[in-house]
């Protein structure tokens, strides 16, 4: 719960306020201070009387009613202190700077949890403890340096690391990217990362909010509070970008389904940013560029224009978009040619632009106009100047920024040239504009923020499937793989599409199920988990005498309970998964089957429940999706079929959160159906 005297306190006490302004104390109090606090300021510091000329206090107990504290004292004193504040002071907002708490040791979790109960018992809010502070317009209650430049219209950025806080403000303010607000959450004990974010939601207007929200995460503890509000956010017109920091698991945990080897942690925050809409940003710099960009108009369609006076830097952000699937069209026509007249001799006009490294203002002017109003196949500009510091580019720059203010399309300055025209653009950003320094950073990102899907709508359509059959089978199994009778009942009641099959323990029943069935068979053993692995599959069999032969061999398999005998199909193999992860709920994954799960692992996720349209979406944007398309004049899948396969699994999870992980692997697809061959289930109650 954020309180309002945490935004805008009309007083502040720093506990533990130094004159010393390289201890954290001391600091804070000249940020507040230097940040001109409007506000009544005090400091609690038993050995002074006056800390930077502010009224020093020797006992919290002594001072007025305070509406905010910021304290950077020693994690012992802090329980009592909060105590007395809270209590006897009126003080509904806290932001505990000082460390040692959970992050070191038990005793320290035992503070903290004291703190937060004190905390919540008296309706206030905490941010921290171990954390750099919160800054906004109203105050600079954070210690540490830079203090960025704040506009209303700026970034909003919550960030789990201090550290990383300060790094991320110090890759982008460079750039001229501007900031509304810094809350580092720090141990996170009352209030994370998405609780902020929870906030920004519910308090948003869309005329005086941020509308770009920056996170920097470590873990996500409420997932469902995450993506409910990012979505929200972003449907009501804002942007947002994350860093999920370790996503690399050392040492893959043990699994004995596909699914489970595929579905890392991390491909549950993956899934979970595409539902929601957020950008994910692997890097400090990427997410300033990603930012940046954000706060130029949105990009309508994936045509660029490259405008450059240099070749090297034109080439790389060619490849960077090309290589990300933007597109930079060829530029011809009487247009062009006209164009091509306004420029020196051995200019280009043919995209990239390069109108050489004589160009002047006027020119860079004419182009940016023929890119505006004459190629209708252009859909932004990307201007690349610097200089070789021969002479000022000033009115280069001045003419960017006034193209800025009347183009339409959007318009991306690269201006690389940070040592040689510093003050032109110092002063460009002066104007309120961001500069991006590199061309191959700024094409990855753009990329990104192009190709991240929207919101998946709230309420997701889920087909009806047969629940008390499912809760049946479920209420009346144990832990552990379910045998392939229970399966079936399982995919019958989900409506999922399966073999004809039969499962037997003697060849006299295995040649009267091959013949019921049809002949050629296929013919598989039940008990083994990779049943390739041990000899354990036989495709194509084609007569009795060989049921009978194999059956007898595979029955002597290590393990093998029965054999499991289906018609031999035929189709492009494919692969439906689910499984459960710890507070995300259910991930389901899809791609193609078979073998190539395990060579290609090219797999799309998505969190349950899932509709029709984001399934699709999961199936479009594997790499093998040529494959399932139909490629070469091959027989293609039928993708509705398959997208409906994984809108069942995951109505089948949600109905049955205690499968642990499943497994259909193959299912067979062709142009009229998509039948599930073989499949495994695991429950964990």
């Known amino acids: 719960m954020i309180t309002k005297q945490l935004l805008d306190p009309k007083s502040i006490v720093v506990v533990g306020g130094s004159g010393n302004i390289q201890k954290t104390g001391g600091k804070v109090l000249k940020n507040i201070i230097d940040g001109h606090y409007k506000g009544d300021l005090y400091v609690v510091n038993p050995k002074e009387e006056q800390v930077q000329g502010i009224k020093s206090y020797n006992d919290p107990k002594d001072l007025p009613c305070v509406d905010m504290a910021i304290l ?38 035992k503070l903290e949890k004291e703190i937060v109960d004190i905390v919540n018992k008296n309706d206030a809010c905490l941010i921290g403890p171990n954390c750099v502070g919160v800054l906004n317009q109203n105050h600079n209650g954070i210690f540490t340096t830079p203090i960025p430049k704040l506009d209303p219209h700026g970034v909003d950025f919550i960030s789990g690391s201090g550290a990383t806080a300060v790094f991320i403000m110090e890759a982008s303010i460079p750039k001229g990217l501007k900031f509304s607000s ?17 906030y920004m939601d519910e308090s948003f207007d869309a005329k005086t909010s941020s509308k770009v929200k920056l996170l920097y995460v470590e873990s996500i503890n409420k997932p469902e509070m ?75 369609g994936k045509n660029i224009a490259i405008i450059t006076h240099a070749g090297g830097p034109a080439v790389m952000l060619t490849d960077a978009l090309s290589n990300n699937k933007l597109e930079i069209p060829h530029i011809s026509g009487p247009k062009a040619k006209v164009l091509l007249e306004k420029l020196y001799p051995g200019s280009s006009v043919a995209n990239p632009i390069d109108f050489l490294a004589t160009g002047t203002a006027e020119q860079l002017g004419h182009i940016i106009d023929a890119c505006e109003n004459d190629f209708d196949n252009i859909d932004a500009m990307a201007v690349i100047f610097g200089s070789p510091g021969l002479f000022p580019v000033y009115d280069v720059y001045d003419l960017l920024d006034e193209k800025m203010k009347t183009c339409k399309k959007p318009i991306y300055p690269i201006l690389p040239s940070i040592i040689n025209v510093k003050d032109e653009i110092d002063a460009f950003i002066a104007k309120g504009r961001i500069n991006f320094p590199d061309e191959v950073i700024f094409g990855n990102a753009l990329a990104k923020v192009f190709h991240t899907p929207k919101p998946v709508s709230g309420h997701i359509e889920i087909p009806k499937i047969d629940i008390s059959a499912i809760r049946k089978v479920i209420d009346n199994s144990g832990n552990g793989y379910l045998t392939p009778d229970m399966v079936q009942q399982l995919l019958d009641a989900a409506g999922i599409s399966r073999a004809g099959e039969a499962v037997v323990t003697t060849h006299t029943d295995a040649v009267k199920a091959a013949q019921k069935l049809g002949l050629p068979v296929v013919m598989k053993v039940v008990g083994p988990v990779h049943k390739s692995d041990v000899g354990g599959v036989v495709l194509n069999v084609k007569d009795t005498e060989t049921v009978t032969r194999e059956f007898e061999r595979m029955i002597k398999i290590k393990d093998t309970t029965a054999i499991l005998i289906q018609p031999m199909l035929s189709g492009i193999e494919l692969f439906v998964g689910a499984k459960a992860e710890p507070k995300f709920g259910h991930m389901v994954l899809c791609g193609l089957g078979g073998i190539f799960i395990e060579v290609l692992k090219d797999v799309s996720a998505g969190l349950a429940p899932i509709a029709k349209p984001e399934a699709l979406e999961m199936i479009r944007k594997l790499k093998s999706y040529g494959i399932i398309k139909g490629a070469r004049g091959q027989e293609g899948v039928n993708e509705e079929f ?43 109650k």
């Open 72 to 109: 950077a004292i020693a994690a012992k004193y802090c329980p009592e202190t909060v105590r007395i504040l809270a209590e006897k002071k009126n003080t509904k907002a806290f932001i505990i700077l000082s460390a040692g708490f959970s992050e070191e040791n038990a005793e320290g979790a």
């Open 182 to 198: 810094v809350y580092s959450v720090g141990n996170s004990a009352q209030m994370g990362v998405e609780d902020i974010l929870k």
């Open 226 to 300: 995450l993506l409910k509000h990012a979505s929200s956010l972003i449907q009501k017109g804002c942007k947002i970008a994350a860093i999920k920091s370790g996503s690399s698991e050392a040492g893959s945990r043990a699994a004995s389904s596909h699914t489970g080897a595929l579905a890392s942690p991390d491909v549950a925050v993956e899934a979970l940013f595409r539902k929601a809409g957020i950008v994910r940003c692997s890097g400090r710099d990427e997410l300033a560029t990603v930012a940046s960009i954000f706060m130029h108009p949105e990009l309508k």
């Open 642 to 684: 398959f997208a409906e396969i994984v809108v069942r699994v995951s109505a089948l999870v949600k109905a049955a959160p205690e499968i642990a992980e499943m497994d259909l692997n193959p299912l067979l697809g062709k142009a009229d159906r998509v039948i599930a061959v073989d499949a495994r289930i695991r429950i964990e």
